[in-house]
């Protein structure tokens, strides 16, 4: 299983006030969210009217389907057109593998005559 965390640093050219910067970015958000099975926030900046960071995080078993799901996200703030991407960091923690965690389980309801299927 992995854990993507991808940063994304926004420059708003057009805004002229906090409140226009927080109704543009509340719309990416959203828009991304609905998109993407994504997690996604404000992380600094929020005080700037032209700057803002987004943290973003996705978690799948496939690492490509990540890093695929992560440029599609940055296609799309390209596209929505109200501000400007300045930079972009994308990282990767790999949790292991999923189906070793069943002895864990086995171990801790043993006894209760569950089965694998009951535990999943």
């Known amino acids: 299983m992995f854990v993507g965390i991808c940063k994304i640093w926004l420059y708003f050219p ?4 906090l409140k226009m910067k927080r109704q543009n970015l509340n719309s990416l958000k959203e828009k991304l969210k609905n998109k993407f099975n994504i997690s996604i926030s404000e992380i ?3 005080n700037y009217w032209q700057r803002a960071i987004l943290g973003i995080s996705m978690i799948n078993g496939n690492k490509k389907i990540i890093d695929k799901t992560f440029s599609n996200i940055i296609f799309e703030i390209e596209k929505f057109g109200e501000c400007l991407i300045s930079d972009y960091e994308i990282e990767f923690i790999n949790i292991g593998n999923v189906h070793n965690d069943d002895k864990y389980f086995m171990e801790k309801f043993k006894g209760e005559n569950l089965t694998n299927e009951e535990i999943s």
Do not use: R
């Not at 057009?14 to 006030?17: A, F, P």
């Open 14 to 17: 057009n805004t002229n006030s």
């Open 44 to 46: 600094d900046f929020q």
